[in-house]
């Protein structure tokens, strides 16, 4: 089976920039997306294919792509992006989704 | 506004049945590809299956495949998600997310979700 690999905790203090990663083999060939996940809440879509950012979405989380790992990029972090954050994309077939494991951003 | 609501899920004995529905509104249903996701307590996302706008074209994650039906009905704007052979792996959220037309597989919108739970 296809798996998503990210670290399971990044921690940033207020005003300085967290970076999550998110590797896995067919990165190259499938889109890459990312959703916020706070605590009794649904998730949320804040990047799609690599790195376009859906009306609503603050401009300091970015995307980017660069051969088997992507990177979500929140700038300027604040004490309200603190969330479980989850990279998604496709098998090689394009026939099943996976999702990472996710990450806890803690601000610190 | 855009919303999904889901509903149907509820305690359930290990081996029994349950049916969730999820409700769209606000946007054209019947135009939409269709996910459920789940999330069992204290755990990741895990796709579950998903269906194409016409209801003809289905893909299931390995560990429900054979136990599970993703169906729609365009005419009531409503996704299903039949559940058979439950187990208690199975207890989780489960969500129901639209995916967009901007293409690929992904989720622009979800529902605040229906618990399952497989206990005896």
């Known amino acids: 089976s296809y798996e998503l690999t990210q670290p399971p905790s990044v921690s940033v203090s207020p005003g300085q920039t967290a970076r999550i990663t998110c590797s896995g083999d067919?990165?190259?060939?499938?889109?890459a997306y990312w959703y916020q996940q706070k605590p009794g809440q649904a998730p949320v879509l804040v990047i799609y294919?690599?790195?376009e950012r859906p009306s609503g979405i603050p401009e300091r989380f970015s995307g980017s792509s660069s051969g088997t790992t992507v990177t979500l990029t929140i700038s300027g972090v604040q004490a309200e992006d603190e969330a479980d954050y989850y990279c998604?994309?496709?098998?090689?077939?394009?026939?099943?989704?996976?999702f990472g494991g996710g990450t806890k951003l803690t601000v610190l | 506004e855009v919303q999904l609501v889901e509903s149907g899920g509820g305690l359930v004995q290990p081996g029994g049945s349950l049916r969730l529905s999820c409700a769209a509104s606000g946007f054209t249903f019947s135009t939409c590809w269709m996910h459920w996701v789940r999330q069992a307590p204290g755990k990741g996302l895990v796709w579950v299956s998903r269906?194409?706008?016409?209801?003809?074209?289905?893909s299931y994650a390995d560990s429900v495949k054979g136990r599970f039906t993703i169906s729609r009905d365009n005419a009531k704007n409503t996704l299903y998600l039949q559940m058979n052979s439950l187990r208690a792996e199975d207890t989780a959220v489960y969500y129901c997310a639209r995916n967009p037309d901007w293409g690929g597989y992904n989720m622009d919108v979800w529902g605040k979700g229906t618990t399952v739970t497989v206990s005896s």
């Open positions: 998604q994309s496709a098998d090689s077939s394009g026939t099943y989704v996976v």
């Open positions: 294919k690599d790195s």
């Open positions: 067919t990165l190259p060939k499938q889109y």
């Open positions: 269906i194409n706008s016409e209801g003809s074209s289905t």
